[in-house]
Nanobody
Framework: VQLQASGGGSMQAGDSLKLSCSVSGIGAYTVGWFRQAPGKGRKRVAV????????DYQDFAEGRFTISRDNSKNTVYLQMNSLKPEDTAIYYC?????????????????WGQGTQVTVSS
């Protein structure tokens, strides 16, 4: 399985941005978006199950970010609204074998290369 994250950029606070994660053979996988800020560890942002029926967000993403997927395009999206400077990070998408493991970073089996999001105040 290969993942390709894209859509990052340099934004202003309050802007919106939509990230894409293109995945080969996506149909059977739970997908998560994670982020890693400079000098910090990688943290989960949002996850979505293989059908799109289930999703979960970290507190900082709840209400501002939306994860979705289009299995016909083998793509998972992360719509980010009302961006803040603290959202600055490299954003990664990863695959977990099932929803059961969606909140356990160590259970993710494949990762994309990451896309940089920079938000200025």
């Amino acid at each position: 399985v290969q993942l390709q994250a894209s859509g990052g950029g340099s934004m202003q606070a309050g802007d919106s941005l939509k990230l894409s994660c293109s995945v080969s053979g996506i149909g059977a996988y739970t997908v998560g978006w994670f982020r890693q800020a400079p000098g910090k560890g990688r943290k989960r942002v949002a996850v979505i199950d293989e059908t799109g029926a289930l999703s979960d967000y970290q507190d900082f993403a709840e209400g501002r970010f939306t994860i979705s997927r289009d299995n016909s395009k083998n793509t998972v999206y992360l719509q980010m609204n009302s961006l803040k400077p603290e959202d600055t990070a490299i954003y990664y998408c990863g695959l977990a074998r099932s929803w059961r493991y969606s909140k356990v970073q160590e259970k993710y089996v494949d990762w994309g290369q990451g896309t940089q999001v920079t938000v200025s105040s």
